[in-house]
């Protein structure tokens, strides 16, 4: 069974750092490509960023590029998202989303069949 | 970045019902297009992929069309567990974008 764990969202300060963690089980993790997509507070989704299997391709969104990078660790199945100079509009629920299964038409050309739960990341004073 | 925008914001419907929700895509994002349910706390959850495929476990009610830049979500007669919001997806490349969501509530 596929299972995707976030972890790390926190209570932080405008222009705090924070990693979040996606714990990745059931499935060959170094196979799939990963993102995440974030939520705010009753808003919409809006993609953040997103890895190759390989870790060796990433993307972001305009709003967080610069400030966020996203990283893998295939020996650990886990899915990582730093987050440096947190503005009060990064506040969002942050879910760890996987692909259905390979071959894809080219990277950044899939959709997502399984999301975590998601991680309360909130910044404020 | 390709602006997805669905309409309407917010659809009463009552149980039975049919119910209809569109999205359009500023750019043609081929048949790269998903719709996803979301419930209060919970993860979206995926309904529909390729714009027209159900996703595994999703019942016949829901069904997709469209291609290019105009796409339908229609849920046939409404039960109670559909109302949600609804959000469509296109997966053409990065950035993914997402529309603002259709509301689907309870007439």
């Known amino acids: 069974e596929v299972q995707l764990l976030e972890s790390g969202g926190d209570l932080v300060q405008p222009g705090g750092s924070l990693r979040l963690s996606c714990a990745a089980s059931?499935?060959?993790?170094?196979?799939?490509?990963m993102n995440w997509v974030r939520q705010a507070p009753g808003k919409g989704l809006e993609w953040v960023s997103g890895i190759s299997g390989s870790g060796g391709s990433t993307d972001y969104a305009d709003s967080v590029k610069g400030r966020f990078t996203i990283s893998r660790d295939n020996s650990k199945n886990t899915l990582y998202l730093q987050m440096n100079s947190l503005r009060a509009e990064d506040t969002a629920v942050y879910f760890c989303?996987?692909?259905?299964?390979?071959?894809?038409?080219?990277?950044?050309?899939?959709?997502?069949?399984?999301w975590g739960q998601g991680t309360l990341v909130t910044v404020s004073s | 970045e390709i602006v997805m925008t669905q309409s309407p914001a917010t659809l009463s419907v009552s149980p039975g019902e049919r119910a209809t929700l569109s999205c359009r895509a500023s750019q043609r994002v081929g048949n790269n297009l998903v719709w996803y349910q979301q419930k209060p706390g919970q993860a979206p959850r995926l309904l529909i992929y390729?714009?027209?495929t159900r996703a595994t476990g999703i019942p016949a009610r829901f069904s997709g069309s469209g291609s290019g830049t105009e796409f339908t979500l229609t849920i046939s007669s409404l039960q109670s567990e559909d109302f949600a919001v609804y959000y469509c997806q296109h997966y053409n490349n990065w950035p993914y974008t997402f529309g603002q969501g259709t509301k689907l509530e309870i007439k």
């Open positions: 059931g499935f060959i993790f170094s196979s799939y490509p």
């Open positions: 989303t996987k692909p259905p299964p390979p071959p894809y038409a080219r990277l950044g050309s899939y959709y997502f069949d399984y």
């Open positions: 390729g714009a027209s």
